[in-house]
């Protein structure tokens, strides 16, 4: 395929993502300025309010100006006449950033890559310059530079990912190889050996090996996170009750925490990993305990556990056993000689935690912050302990899958079998 026509494709598999992220938005806006406010305001009411929440979804920062009676009617604390909205509905820039990784590694494939990330990059670019200019109101407005940035940083970043999987999934013949930087730095790194093997090596399989472990704590998180809500079913019943929303209210209010699961999920890993996290200023919920005062009536949160208690410290094995299954895994792939040495092994789990640790605290980064004044001006997990526990759990699992007995090559004894 030309590079023109990746570009091309790229660029309008962006434009898709983004009309869909801003439909989802737009929609739930829609019916509730026709159905409680009787269209006041006029149409470009609801295009506030959904481009507002694409962008909050992008991680853009929201600053909202109430006047101080308002806020005292709506029984905040005073805070300056307004505060700033930091959270990110993670659910919107994960849909992005997947579609962008589709698109990179399709591009990829098609021997273009960089076509495929320009084309996303210029998209996102021009649809956040106009949803941060046409937006803004009185009351509510964000931050032009991030507006505009940020929604094309999370296309970039999933189409460099989707660019770096096309390359891992791909047969060696048909692909071009990654070549270091010519300079000194580069080849001092090509030249560098541990052992028989050399360092450049041991870098490509912790980056594997932290891949497979990010991946698997993650799905184990969400595992963990519906069987809390299952658990907190009456909660979650008795949140959606005290509301009073109605159907439609009650439609809406799950899409938009829907939205958030993405969110609820990296919490669910800091909860794990053990640090837990917070649910507003002066709280804490993880496993060793658990300090919670007076929350939004959010019915997802509903499935925060109420007591924690020293049984709770079970739940680091789930990053431990991440570690692990990464560890088997790259013990598999590169568990013949030379590169069995046990310092190259020590290594690779070293790195494989150290990556994970530092991809899992970026995700808590993302998904953690602010949505009100006082108390709400803290939500999620701390990323840099999380982080920091997440990394040494996965890198004493890693240390454990390296170090086992070399497993069998199941894919030769089944082609032994067939012969036989």
């Given at each position: 395929?030309?590079r ?5 494709v ?5 434009l898709?993502a983004?009309a869909?992220g801003?439909?989802v938005?737009?929609?739930?806006a829609?019916v509730?300025w026709?159905a ?6 006029g149409?470009?009411?609801p295009?506030?309010a959904?481009?507002d ?23 905040l604390p ?5 505060f700033?909205v930091t959270?990110a ?8 950033a ?14 273009h890559?960089?076509a ?11 649809v956040?310059a106009?949803?941060t200019?046409t937006?803004p109101?009185?009351a509510?407005f ?5 507006g505009v ?6 296309g ?5 990912v ?5 390359r891992?999934?791909t047969k060696?013949a048909?692909?071009r190889r990654w070549?270091?930087p010519a300079g ?5 790194l090509a030249a560098?050996?541990?052992g028989?093997v050399?360092?450049?090596?041991g870098?490509?399989a912790?980056?594997?090996?932290a891949?497979?472990?990010a991946l698997?704590?993650a799905?184990?998180?969400?595992l963990?996170l ?6 907190h079913y009456?909660?979650?019943v008795?949140?959606y009750?005290g ?15 829907v939205i958030?699961v993405?969110?609820a999920v990296a919490?669910?890993m ?8 917070a ?6 919920a993880s496993p ?5 005062g007076?929350?939004p ?15 709770g410290l079970?739940t680091?094995l789930?990053?431990v056993a991440?570690?692990v299954?990464a560890g088997?895994?790259?013990r598999?792939r590169?568990?013949r000689?030379?590169y069995a ?5 020590g290594?690779?789990?070293?790195g494989i935690?150290?990556?994970?640790g530092?991809?899992?605290g ?11 004044p006082g ?7 701390a990323?840099?302990p ?11 699992g890693?240390a454990l ?7 069998p090559d199941?894919?030769?004894v089944?082609r032994l079998?067939r012969?036989?």
């Amino acid at each position: 395929m030309k590079r023109v026509a990746v570009l091309s494709v790229a660029a309008l598999d962006a434009l898709v993502a983004a009309a869909v992220g801003l439909a989802v938005c737009l929609i739930p806006a829609v019916v509730i300025w026709i159905a409680q406010y009787g269209m006041a305001g006029g149409a470009r009411t609801p295009w506030q309010a959904a481009g507002d929440v694409w962008l909050v979804g992008h991680g853009v920062d929201l600053t909202v100006a109430v006047s101080t009676r308002r806020m005292a009617a709506l029984g905040l604390p005073d805070h300056a006449g307004g505060f700033t909205v930091t959270l990110a509905a993670a659910g919107l820039g994960l849909l992005t950033a997947l579609v962008a990784a589709r698109v990179g590694r399709r591009s990829d494939r098609a021997g273009h890559p960089w076509a495929g990330v320009i084309g996303v990059a210029a998209v996102l670019l021009a649809v956040g310059a106009l949803v941060t200019t046409t937006t803004p109101g009185p009351a509510v407005f964000a931050e032009t530079w991030q507006g505009v940035l940020l929604p094309a940083a999370v296309g970039v970043v999933g189409a460099g990912v989707g660019v770096a999987y096309g390359r891992a999934t791909t047969k060696a013949a048909d692909r071009r190889r990654w070549r270091l930087p010519a300079g000194l730095a580069g080849r001092a790194l090509a030249a560098v050996r541990l052992g028989d093997v050399r360092v450049r090596s041991g870098l490509a399989a912790a980056v594997r090996g932290a891949a497979v472990a990010a991946l698997v704590f993650a799905a184990l998180a969400a595992l963990a996170l519906f069987v809390s809500l299952f658990g907190h079913y009456a909660q979650v019943v008795g949140l959606y009750e005290g509301v009073g929303s109605g159907v439609g209210g009650g439609i809406i209010l799950t899409l938009a925490q829907v939205i958030l699961v993405p969110n609820a999920v990296a919490w669910s890993m800091a909860w794990l990993a053990g640090p837990g996290f917070a649910v507003g200023a002066g709280t804490v919920a993880s496993p060793l305990g658990v300090q919670l005062g007076g929350m939004p009536a959010l019915p997802l949160l509903g499935a925060v556990p109420r007591n924690g208690g020293s049984f709770g410290l079970v739940t680091v094995l789930v990053p431990v056993a991440a570690g692990v299954v990464a560890g088997l895994l790259v013990r598999r792939r590169t568990g013949r000689a030379p590169y069995a040495v046990p310092t190259w092994l020590g290594a690779v789990a070293l790195g494989i935690g150290v990556l994970c640790g530092v991809a899992v605290g970026l995700v808590l980064w993302w998904c953690s912050g602010g949505v009100g004044p006082g108390g709400l001006a803290r939500f999620g997990p701390a990323p840099l302990p999380v982080g920091a526990a997440v990394a040494a759990e996965v890198a004493l699992g890693a240390a454990l899958g390296l170090f086992s007995a070399r497993l069998p090559d199941f894919g030769r004894v089944r082609r032994l079998e067939r012969h036989r």
